[in-house]
């Protein structure tokens, strides 16, 4: 009898354990949450259903900023009457403060808010500035007079005030929607299914494809509106699909995975630093499963997984060895003396990454032409088809077909193919990728420049060239670089996207992110700073340089070779870093 009783008792411990995994699976491994801090369960929330109210969002918000961001350069040297390289100086400021912002949003999402309410309070604020620009674009009184032949009055301090007042809150919007966004996205898919993992990766591929369609409409029907149709209701348009992004984006709240924050990743940051320097006298054992490390499943850091202990940078693996002191105390709880194994590792991480992240500076250096240089060429060349005049800035819709061309045929086609060469799930790591797009970068940069030495022959030949007038050479000449460009968006983009999420400590991914945006703001501001050298340089002794506002007596050209011989040695000393990287090991 008592056999039959332990048999029937171990028959139900098994029953009960089968019925336990079985709810595990139920449920997100990655400890993802919905709006109320309870555990979600897989089929009725995230992945690819929760994904469209994202898309949506990102595709629409994209639309509001190109709609400001493709054409600024033509609305501040037509309407507030800013010279070339003031004007390029502008723009490349402000869009590098967009891309700088996205620092107080990631930290303000991985420590307290989380990535939900701060894309929501962020958004508000970008709806804000959106109104405030086209009043500025509406009202009269906000309007420079128009020029009366060569004459151009400058804007008022009034009006410049309001102007840039809008344009800059709109650069602060972005702060907590960009470093947000991709991650929130991305979060929908749980880390720890190998299928959900698959389709993560797939997601980043449409997340930018989703960019690109916003960005389409804005270089051809928005550019169209504020060349044809007035700047008011150019500006107006990218407002109203502001607020639609914001509808969209709360639209999808049932159906959304959501993450706790971690708290403070600068904090952890300087706790590890401070620790290890308090114990720089001390030595590191040799064996590493004597470093300090909580005894749960679990990180000590919430929304966290533990990392594996890697070898480098064994000066900071000070910050984890539990002192003599700490032993007889058994006082383990201060993190400004005593750090877990994995809070290194995060701080170890964010070091590794710095080489692959420095390298993509150049890289948006590149990118910003497209809105700057590329359109201010464009300008000097033959914009008419028939009776219709094609405005500059339009040429950008190429780099977006591009982009909305290569998704598809990348997520579809080349990546199963890849998948048999390279046996990983993605097809190209994240470090390849962005290679490749490196190394485009330098063929974009390489064919502008032969389309501008073309279109300078051109304008000595019929004596044009201290004349500021278009050059007979059809702005369709700019396609093949626009097409470059847009291609190696596709690679160097979305993989650093990829590689910023995935590499990157799961407590610091909008923190990350921002990381990854950031090298847009200095790839911008690197253009500002390239570009007031050259000019300066350039100009000495009375010389009207490479860049003047009549560009048949310039030399652009020699601006773009700059750019394409930059590019290369960036590419170059990427695939040395490249090479030596590291990947993250989480436990």
Known sequence: MSSHENGRSLLEDGLLQVRKDEGEGLYTGDGSVDIKGNPVLKQNTGNWRACPFILGTECCERLAYYGIATNLVTYLTSKLHEGNVAAARNVTTWQG????????????????????????????????????????????????????????????????????????????????????????????????????????????????????????????????????????????????????????????????????????????????????????????????????????????????????????????????????????????SNPWRLCTVTQVEEFKILIRMFPIWATGIVFSAVYAQMSTMFVEQGTMMDTSIGSFTIPPASLSTFDVISVIFWVP???????????????????????????????????????????????????????????????PLSIFWQIPQYFLLGAAEIFTFIGQLEFFYDQSPDAMRSLCSALSLLTTALGNYLSSFILTVVTYLTTQGGSSGWIPDNLNSGHLDYFFWLLAGLSFINMVVYMVCARKYKQKKAS
Not at 103 to 128: E, M, N, P
Not at 426 to 437: A, D, H, P
């Open 409 to 471: 045929i990348y997520d579809r086609f080349i990546v199963p193919i890849a998948r048999r060469f390279t046996g990983k799930e993605r097809g190209f790591s994240e470090l390849q990728r962005m290679g490749i797009g490196l190394f485009l970068s330098v063929l974009c940069m390489s064919a502008a420049a032969v389309v501008e030495i073309y279109r300078l022959h051109i304008a000595k030949e019929l004596d044009l060239v201290d004349k500021e007038v278009a050059v």
């Open 97 to 332: 403060t967009c891309y700088l912002t996205p620092l107080i949003g990631a930290v303000l999402a991985d420590a307290y808010w989380g990535r939900y309410w701060t894309i929501a309070v962020f958004s508000t604020i970008y709806f804000l500035g959106m109104c405030t620009l086209t009043l500025s674009a509406t009202l009269p009184s906000l309007i420079p007079p128009a020029c009366v032949g060569s004459a151009c009055p400058t804007a008022s301090t009034s009006q410049y005030a309001v102007f840039f007042f809008g344009l800059y809150l709109i650069a602060l919007g972005t702060g907590g929607i960009k470093p947000c966004v991709s991650s929130f996205g991305a979060d929908q898919f749980d880390d720890t299914d190998s299928r959900e993992r698959v389709k993560k990766g797939s997601f980043f591929n449409w997340f930018y494809f989703s960019i690109n369609i916003g960005a389409l409409i804005s270089s051809s029907f928005i550019v169209y509106i504020q060349d044809n149709a007035g700047w008011g209701l150019g500006f107006g348009i990218p407002a109203l699909f502001m607020a639609v992004a914001i509808v969209s984006f709360f639209s999808g709240t049932p159906l959304y995975r959501f993450q706790r924050p971690g708290g403070s990743p600068l904090t952890r940051m300087c706790q590890v630093l401070v620790a290890s320097f308090r114990k720089r006298s001390v030595n590191v054992p040799e064996d590493s499963s004597l470093l300090y490390e909580t005894q749960d499943k679990i990180s000590a850091i919430e929304g966290s997984r533990k990392l594996e202990h890697s070898d480098e940078l064994k000066c900071l693996d000070k910050a984890a060895v539990i002192s003599e002191a700490e032993v007889k105390t058994g006082e383990f």
